[in-house]
């Protein structure tokens, strides 16, 4: 790691920290920290689930728990269980808590505006750019890529939303009977994987690796991005992680087929460094092939996918 690099994300994090407030226990001037009124903030007119809520922000189910009673005490939130499973909790604003919301609303647009205040038009311009940049790529950094059994609820979604899509997006429509889709035991170990990536436990991509046994190809199928979180770079990351989990199976080869319309999976094909070669099988959906040639990782067995879930 570059420590240049890490000295000046630690620059910026200080920089950020201070202009904003959030080190004053009294955060925009109310008698809360900064973690109490983010909370409020989160909380919409339909209420939360607690382990969801948990899950977005990343906090420690303790932390939370404190935050809680401290804004319950307060009569700004109500805490109860779900009435369909009691081990489901659920966060609610109360009127009080939407009074206070809304005040910390329009101070938050106060402190905003004095950021840009200062600065000349085009600053401006620059520094809401620069920030919508920085956004974007902390967002990529906080998704996470795991082994994933394709029966699992999350993958099952985005297989489902990913048959959809091609239904729209194929000339001929897409049928999932009709395609040569492998099997779910073929993209579970030993004979393949598949991966889902999550952003605040929400599946928005998954990509699946064929392993078929006496071959040193391996196929990647059932690749997809969910279109809001395109922009990510997880087409890339996904690819990337692919690759290396064929190379320590041994394969020297990774191959896919697409279909002419995906445009914009062509192009991450191409730049990704797939080369297109004749058709290597009778997939009815296929337009293009594409292989490439990869370096098997050393000395390493043919081993089961391990389940980092």
């Not at 109490?36 to 909380?43: F, K």
């Not at 009709?178 to 035991?185: A, E, M």
Request: net charge positive; aromatic share 6%; hydrophobic share 45%.
């Amino acid at each position: 790691m570059d420590e240049a690099q890490v000295e000046t994300v630690r620059r910026f994090n200080r920089t950020v920290t201070a202009r904003v407030g959030v080190l004053h226990e009294r955060y925009l001037g109310r008698d809360r920290p900064v973690g109490q009124a983010r909370l409020l903030w989160e909380l919409g007119a339909q209420g939360r689930d607690v382990r969801r809520l948990r899950e977005q922000l990343g906090l420690d189910s303790g932390y939370l728990s404190r935050l809680l009673r401290a804004l319950e005490a307060d009569g700004l939130v109500s805490v109860r269980r779900h009435p369909a499973d009691g081990r489901v909790r659920t966060v609610r604003l109360t009127e009080a808590g939407f009074a206070e919301r809304a005040v910390l609303d329009a101070r938050s647009d106060e402190l905003a505006a004095s950021l840009l205040a200062p600065l000349r038009a085009a600053q401006r311009a620059r520094l809401v750019a620069a920030m919508t940049e920085v956004e974007r790529l902390l967002t990529a950094t906080t998704v996470t890529v795991d082994v994933t059994d394709p029966d699992d609820p999350d993958a099952r979604r985005c297989l489902g939303s990913y048959y959809a899509e091609l239904r729209e997006r194929f000339e001929t429509g897409f049928d999932p009977a009709r395609s040569l889709l492998p099997d779910v035991g073929d993209l579970r170990a030993p004979r393949g994987l598949f991966l889902v990536a999550r952003l605040h436990g929400e599946a928005l991509a998954c990509a699946g690796l064929k392993l078929s046994p006496g071959t040193a190809a391996a196929q990647i199928k059932r690749m997809w991005v969910a279109p809001h979180a395109r922009g990510l770079g997880l087409g890339r990351r996904l690819l990337a992680e692919l690759e290396a989990r064929a190379a320590e199976h041994g394969r020297e080869v990774l191959r896919l087929d697409t279909n002419k319309a995906l445009a914009e999976a062509i192009g991450l094909y191409r730049a990704a460094g797939f080369q297109q070669v004749p058709a290597f099988n009778d997939e009815p959906y296929a337009h293009l092939w594409f292989e490439k040639r990869i370096a098997a990782a050393a000395q390493r067995p043919e081993a089961e996918p391990e389940a980092d879930r």
